[in-house]
């Protein structure tokens, strides 16, 4: 991983081809980060553009391959975060005012996944950055904290929480398909 | 003062290591890794995607053949060989290759060209495939198995045929998928 | 607790932007000369004054990385040269194959 380095120095030095390794390289993490908090592809993409534009312009804030990925984490999820907040229009349904997905009565539910994902779209927006970081991320409490910049003991107690509400949304589910 | 962050640096790099976030490639090429011992030279290339793109900034753009094969790279996520060299007939067996072969009929990747050659004794002793997942993960495996040397190549991510013919240079001839299909009939063939 | 998280990891997958993204990203960076990074030379120079042997491990690694990366890069011709050859190698098999069957198919039909 720290052969990023490399590339992180000849970008700074101006070689577009090395920064556009290090966009490729990491161009998966974070537009899915972006996809899963905004459930727009269209939306995500760009979101994902100006967060290498960004990190385009704050190349020398870079201290090494081991900063970038936590650095390039906390600026997908703020950004997803700004976003989110500054889009007036949009329905944010506390999760449990949320309707339920419609489940054709006595059929097997072929969509879970995808209404999980949507569940977790619903959630406030750090409860679903921290669900994001923690289960698509695979990130620990502690790096969490890290990249949104709050205590630990926040991020625990914000990710029960989640979770608290997830599972209770699965289990009414569950109760309405039987 | 960046003291300590150096320090640091230094310490996470050596502690972390392994690539952050690398996807599981679809196929294990760990099977053939036996056949070291018996080979008399073993090439083993491992370039998951942070050493892909890192190679790349290396490769030289005024050489166009090197600059096609940087394009090529672009949506390529990594590359893995293993090639081996035998001194001798039946140092390896079609059944060493067998792990691979199944790993791509089970994730259903369309065979575009195969080519067989059997022995007097009706045993195989030759055999070309090139496979190409046509699904959204992309990918391309070669398996080529001569007498005395055995060549596996797998590229993950997105390979369009015709990208290949871009690094005639290296060597890539043009590739007619259609109409040059010939060896045993597969039943899978051509599934897209 | 334990099947919401498998369930939860196996929902939230990672995913591919849409092809091209890189070259989109690329397209919007403003093409700028090289910089001479002086602000490295002031860090080294930092570094050093305060504590040398951190700064000596430091760029000995940068190089072994550099190292690791040029060496990659000819394992990368390596692997497409092999999978050049190959794919040349099955054409032409294919090929010749392909020329028998001609002429056992002109043979068959009389027409040799």
């Keep these: ?178 | 003062m960046k003291t300590g962050w150096m320090a640091g640096a230094i310490i996470l790099a050596a502690v972390t290591g392994a690539a952050w976030g690398q996807p599981t490639p679809a196929l294990d090429l760990s099977s053939l890794d036996k056949l070291e011992d018996k080979a008399k030279e073993v090439n083993v290339v491992t370039l998951d995607q942070n050493l892909l793109h890192a190679a790349v900034v290396f490769l030289d753009d005024k050489d166009k053949n090197q600059a096609a094969a940087k394009a090529l790279i672009g949506e390529l996520r990594a590359v893995y060989v293993r090639n081996f060299e035998f001194a001798h007939k039946d140092e390896y067996s079609m059944a060493d290759i067998e792990p691979i072969r199944k790993q791509v009929h089970a994730l259903g990747w369309s065979k575009i060209v195969e080519s067989k050659e059997k022995g007097d004794d009706g045993a195989l002793k030759e055999i070309d495939e090139v496979y190409l997942n046509t699904g959204p993960g992309g990918g391309l495996a070669i398996i080529s198995a001569e007498p005395k040397e055995l060549s596996v190549v797998y590229i993950d991510g997105v390979v369009k045929v015709e990208d290949l013919k871009k690094l005639r240079g290296l060597g890539v001839p043009d590739l007619d998928i259609e109409g040059t299909h010939h060896g045993s009939p597969d039943k899978d063939a051509d599934k897209k | 607790m334990n099947d919401l998280e498998d369930l939860l990891r196996n929902a939230l997958e990672r995913r591919e932007p849409p092809p091209g993204f890189a070259e989109r990203v690329m397209a919007r960076v403003p093409r700028r000369p090289p910089v001479f990074a002086w602000w490295r030379q002031m860090a080294a120079i930092a570094a050093l004054l305060v504590v040398t042997v951190s700064s000596a491990m430091y760029e000995r690694h940068r190089e072994v990385e550099r190292r690791r990366a040029v060496e990659a890069s000819h394992e990368l011709i390596f692997a497409l040269r092999l999978t050049a050859a190959k794919l040349d190698r099955v054409q032409y098999r294919v090929a010749r194959s392909s020329a028998v069957v001609k002429v056992e198919r002109d043979e068959v039909k009389g027409n040799l």
Aim: aromatic content about 6%.
């Design chain 1, 1 to 178: 991983m720290e052969l990023v380095g490399v590339l992180l120095d000849r970008s700074v030095q101006g070689d577009a081809s090395a920064f556009a390794g290090i966009v490729r390289a990491n161009q998966s993490m974070v537009y899915s980060v972006a996809w899963s908090f905004l459930r727009d592809a269209a939306l995500a993409d760009e979101l994902a553009q100006d967060v290498f534009l960004e990190l385009y312009r704050n190349l020398r804030q870079i201290e090494s391959g081991a900063h970038l990925v936590p650095w390039l984490r906390r600026v997908t999820v703020n950004r997803c975060i700004d976003r989110v907040r500054k889009r007036k229009r949009e329905a944010l349904v506390a999760l449990d005012d949320a309707p339920e997905p419609s489940t054709p009565a006595g059929e097997a539910d072929p969509f879970a996944s995808e209404q999980l994902r949507r569940m977790v779209a619903s959630l406030p927006e750090t409860q679903r950055a921290i669900v994001i970081l923690r289960y698509q991320e695979d990130m620990d409490p502690t790096e969490i904290a890290s990249v949104l910049k709050m205590p630990v003991n926040t991020v625990k107690s914000k990710l029960h929480r989640a979770l608290a509400l997830l599972r209770g949304k699965l289990e009414r589910r569950e109760e309405k398909e039987s």
